[in-house]
Structures are given as C-alpha cells and as structure tokens.
C-alpha cells in the first residue's frame, strides 16, 4: 500500500503544523534541538509529544515515544500516520529541518505499526516515507520464535 492510502484524506499539513506546535513545548536545555510529534491514532483521534531531555541523557525522551506513550496510555492501539518538525531551540517551525525519528522511535513504531505506517517529515526538506522505507529489516515478535 502506497503512503497516501494508508492516511487516506488526512490533512497532512494540519498533521504537521500540530507537529511544529508541540516542538514549542519542547525542554532541551543541553542539546537545544526542538522536536515535536503528531501521531494520528486509527480512530482519528491525535496525540501530541515532544522531545524531554535529561542531565543524565538516557532517559531522555523522543517526542516521537512521548506521543505513542499518550496515545497507548489512552488506549488507541491502531496508528495511521505521524509528523515529526524538529531544529534548534528558537527557530521557527516553517524553517525546521527534515527530522526523520531515531532508530529506537522506528524500533517502537515497528512495535505498533505496519510497515505502510506513513511518516512525514517537517522541514525544507519535507518528506513522506512509510515504517517499511525507514526500517526495512526491522526487529518484531517473530524474531522471538
């Protein structure tokens, strides 16, 4: 399935801006890079996160995982889509960077998702890609035996 049938009729740019307005929420006191989140549940309900950093790092937050954690949390188990904006503390959302998620927000995403889960990506750069582009060998349940 292509990306644009698994969202459907979406507003993609909606999804986004949710994205660049949850950026704004942002702590990142030591890195100042900003994300923010927008995960679009099954039931078309949206939950929102963004990246919370720590003196310690490792456990530190991705906006992606704060998102799903919502989302899980208030029992949405079925995700459509995501948006990710991210770039430096103070930039504004229209000149973010392309952020694509990390290796362990794609990890997490492969937990719930399949693989025609559609990412966007904020930015100049923007782009849309499925779970299946950005983690083609991914690590799952039958992995396990």
């Known amino acids: 399935m292509t990306a644009a049938g698994a969202i459907g009729a979406i507003d993609r740019q909606a999804l ?8 704004q929420r942002a702590y990142a006191p ?3 890079m ?8 099954g039931d078309g309900r949206i939950f929102c996160g963004c990246n919370i950093e720590n003196a310690a790092f490792a456990p530190s937050l991705c906006a992606e995982r704060v998102a799903f954690a919502q989302a899980i949390a208030a ?5 459509r889509a995501i948006a990710v904006s ?11 960077a392309e952020f694509a998620p990390c290796g362990v927000c794609r990890q997490m995403m492969a937990e719930f998702c399949a693989d025609d889960f559609v990412i966007l990506v904020g930015g100049a750069g923007s782009g849309e890609f499925t779970l299946a582009e950005l983690l083609p060998h991914k690590f799952g349940p039958e992995q396990l035996g």
């Open 86 to 96: 991210g770039g430096p503390a103070g930039q504004p959302s229209g000149g973010a």
């Open 30 to 32: 030591y890195s100042r």
């Open 34 to 41: 900003t994300v923010g989140a927008a995960l679009l549940c």
């Open 16 to 23: 986004i801006e949710q994205a660049a307005a949850a950026r």
């Open 75 to 79: 029992g949405c188990r079925e995700f």
